[in-house]
């Protein structure tokens, strides 16, 4: 594992992010860091990293992760991460690369279920338990035969084991503040002097009340009336009570 893809790609005179250079300030814990950084850069993706063999091994998962065992999300691998990089919230420059707005969307730590990790990362089939604030449970990442349209990178599959944390809740949607800071995309674009429109992009859309049109063969009057017949009937309910 190396940093220099890393450090080639960035330049940290004009970053926030860390260099990876030196020794991390805090002690490293016996327990391996896991963390999922929402980032909205050209396009928004979920950045799913876990710290193995002193740095962060990384993958872009687009859709970001589903809590539903039958939804296999797409992780493309990207390159390992220093381990100081699990805690960084904020913006990057928008002609740096991977410019846009990083949140830390969920932290903690995580557990090899298999018994040699490096094996099973070199077979692409790795089971571990994910102690997170938002994600719990088994998990697996499998890569997949295709090593195409990623410059080379391999594709890997993010699914979720059947087990007591399995569920079709819509975990991206319904918890989108920071795990770290509770902020949206767009607060900590404005706090760090980043694009907090193009940020805004990436949090839970306002609910607009769309005016409702009448579909084609479909008679406005007879949806007016079901909708007469449904307000009566809560005001019986109500009544009831
Ligand atoms: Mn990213």
Redesign the pocket.
């Known amino acids: 594992m190396t940093l220099d893809e890393y450090r080639k790609k960035r330049n940290f005179t004009a970053t926030p992010e860390p260099s990876g250079d030196g020794t991390p300030a805090r002690k490293e814990s016996a327990k391996l860091i896991y963390v999922i950084?929402k980032?909205r850069?050209t396009q928004l993706?979920y950045?799913f990293r876990l710290a193995w063999a002193g740095t962060l091994l990384s993958w872009?998962v687009p859709k970001g992760p589903s809590l539903d065992p039958s939804v296999k999300r797409l992780a493309m691998q990207?390159e390992d991460h220093p381990i100081e990089y699990a805690d960084f919230e904020g913006v990057i420059p928008a002609d740096e690369y991977?410019g846009g707005t990083v949140m830390v969307w969920d932290i903690g730590t995580w557990e090899p279920e298999v018994p040699n990790v490096d094996a099973a990362l070199r077979k692409g089939d790795l089971k571990f338990t994910l102690h997170g604030k938002k994600l719990q449970g088994s998990w697996a990442l499998v890569r997949t035969a295709g090593w195409g349209g990623n410059r080379g990178k391999p594709s890997w599959l993010l699914i979720k084991h059947r087990d007591q944390y399995a569920s079709d809740a819509d975990i991206t949607g319904e918890q989108p503040h920071s795990a770290i800071s509770h902020r949206l995309l767009a607060d900590i674009a404005r706090d760090n002097g980043g694009d907090v429109e193009k940020a805004a992009t990436g949090d839970p859309q306002p609910e607009v009340a769309t005016p409702t049109k009448a579909s084609p063969g479909e008679k406005p009057g007879v949806k007016q009336a079901a909708t007469k017949k449904s307000v009566k009937k809560t005001a019986a309910t109500k009544t009831i009570k």
């Open positions: 950084q980032h850069a993706h950045d872009a990207v991977g």
